[in-house]
């Protein structure tokens, strides 16, 4: 390794837990690394898409955050942890689509459905009555665990609903968690009342729990109406946010 230079990547809310000295000691000492450098994903991501201030929106499989950067430093107070994840929507989509326990791979078929077919609805309570009054469905092929037969699963409200706990954590009984608008609402409000505006122009969502069609869409509303008028709102897709590279890409 003595040749290389060794980038870290670590978490904004996991700092007390990483000890950078003896990371460096091992890295410099131990395999003699030429150069080493730690960096907080949350500004890997804003630098991935050319910016060095905004607020990091990561919503992970089995974590989520909220983070806000100002000139690529981390504003450590005010990040926030928030706890609905991408684990949450999959158990959701388990517990109300029996079937999928026929599946060879229960967690692996929620998943699929959920980056297949689920979605943000603009207007949850408009879409629920029509899906209810027009019959809409969508036919999912699930592989049984005897290899022998495809079950059809038919998803109805499943679909939109699964994603909606992102602004009702009470569907996945986090009664006490705040949805995630609000949650983007007091890391901004929590920073210093200069820098709120310039925050509020790059929000930016990263993590595979971004995917969902129309999440950047319902966030501009959601947010839009919570945020002072005066702040240019802006919400974009992280580079790289497809294929979960936005931190490697930076």
């Not at 005066?230 to 979960?244: H, M, P, S």
Request: aromatic share 6%; net charge neutral; with cysteine.
């Amino acid at each position: 390794y003595a040749r290389y230079a060794i980038v870290l990547t670590d978490s904004a809310l996991a700092r007390k837990e990483f000890d950078r000295y003896s990371t460096a000691l091992d890295l410099f000492e131990g395999v003699r690394a030429r150069a080493a450098c730690v960096v907080n994903t949350a500004v890997l991501s804003l630098i991935a898409s050319d910016l060095s201030t905004g607020v990091v929106v990561d919503v992970g499989a089995a974590a989520s955050r909220v983070v806000p950067v100002y000139e690529r430093h981390v504003i450590a107070d005010a990040c926030r942890e928030w706890r609905v994840t991408g684990n949450d929507v999959d158990s959701f989509l388990q517990s109300t689509l029996p079937n999928v326990a026929a599946d060879k791979n229960p967690a692996r078929a929620a998943r699929d459905i959920k980056e297949k077919h689920c979605r943000v609805a603009m207007h949850y309570h408009a879409e629920l009555r029509a899906m209810a009054e027009g019959g809409q469905e969508v036919i999912v092929n699930l592989n049984c665990k005897d290899d022998c037969r495809v079950t059809t699963l038919v998803l109805r409200d499943q679909a939109i609903t699964a994603a909606e706990m992102y602004f009702k954590p009470q569907l996945c009984g986090k009664a006490r968690t705040p949805s995630l608008p609000d949650c983007i609402v007091e890391v901004i409000q929590a920073c210093d009342p200069h820098l709120r505006h310039l925050l509020a122009r790059n929000i930016v969502l990263a993590g595979q729990g971004c995917l969902l069609p129309g999440l950047r869409e319902r966030l501009t509303m959601e947010l839009a109406q919570r945020l002072p008028e005066a702040f240019d709102l802006g919400v974009r897709d992280a580079v790289g946010l497809e294929g979960n590279r936005s931190a490697f890409i930076g």
